[in-house]
């Protein structure tokens, strides 16, 4: 399923989603916050008013944007439906696939020796924001529904021998959700804060929808 799904981020794919997916891309970095036409007119560079427009009312329309009036302003927000999260979730994926700065090919490796059929697997520290050095660790976060300590002994030996070397971080789904929920500051909402996901993308987006009903925010 992984290669399939892989198969999207392909040369020609790419320009199936190119014209569109800028919009949903803000949402994916942050699907807590809603924004005005102008923020996102602003935020996905766009000279024309009517391409803009016209691109947040088909998505409106699908069911992924949802129109909120606050006072004399329209601000636009992701809708917690499956379309919108399957869509932040291709999304997510793409761009990060599509980032050539990062070994994707290490990262690729990683996936096919999880051996789990569900799980999430992100990335994040310097590596997200291309701040990385020749030193700099590759940090890789996987979100798993089992015993996360046989999860790490399996993918021990191939993180500590890589180039770089993977710093891998292992929680079940239960103890993300657990962290963002959490009244101190800790490492899973720096998580959330920064990050690429490569695999995985729908599990997180349900995990933080659901972590949203209660309050949560960014």
Request: charged share 25%; proline share 3%; with cysteine.
């Amino acid at each position: 399923m992984v290669i399939l799904f892989i198969g999207w981020f392909k040369p020609k794919n790419r320009k199936m989603l190119k014209k569109s997916y800028r919009i949903i891309q803000i949402f994916a970095e942050n699907p807590t916050k809603s924004y005005l036409f102008s923020e996102i007119k602003k935020k996905i560079c766009s000279k024309s008013e009517s391409y803009t427009y016209n691109s947040i009312n088909s998505f409106v329309k699908e069911g992924i944007l949802i129109k909120e009036q606050k006072g004399n302003l329209m601000f636009y927000k992701i809708s917690n439906t499956y379309p919108a999260i399957s869509f932040l979730s291709l999304v997510k994926e793409y761009v990060s696939w599509d980032n050539k700065k990062l070994p994707l090919d290490i990262i690729f490796d990683l996936i096919q020796k999880v051996k789990i059929n569900f799980f999430t697997l992100l990335i994040t520290g310097s590596y997200v924001n291309g701040k990385q050095s020749s030193k700099s660790d590759l940090d890789v976060i996987l979100i798993v529904p089992i015993d996360t300590k046989k999860v790490m002994a399996r993918l021990k030996h191939f993180c500590d021998m890589s180039i770089p070397k993977i710093h891998l971080y292992v929680f079940t789904d239960d103890e993300f959700k657990q962290m963002l929920l959490g009244d101190k500051h800790n490492y899973g909402k720096e998580i959330v804060k920064n990050n690429l996901i490569f695999c995985g993308a729908e599990t997180y987006y349900n995990v933080l929808f659901e972590v949203m009903k209660h309050g949560f925010s960014y």
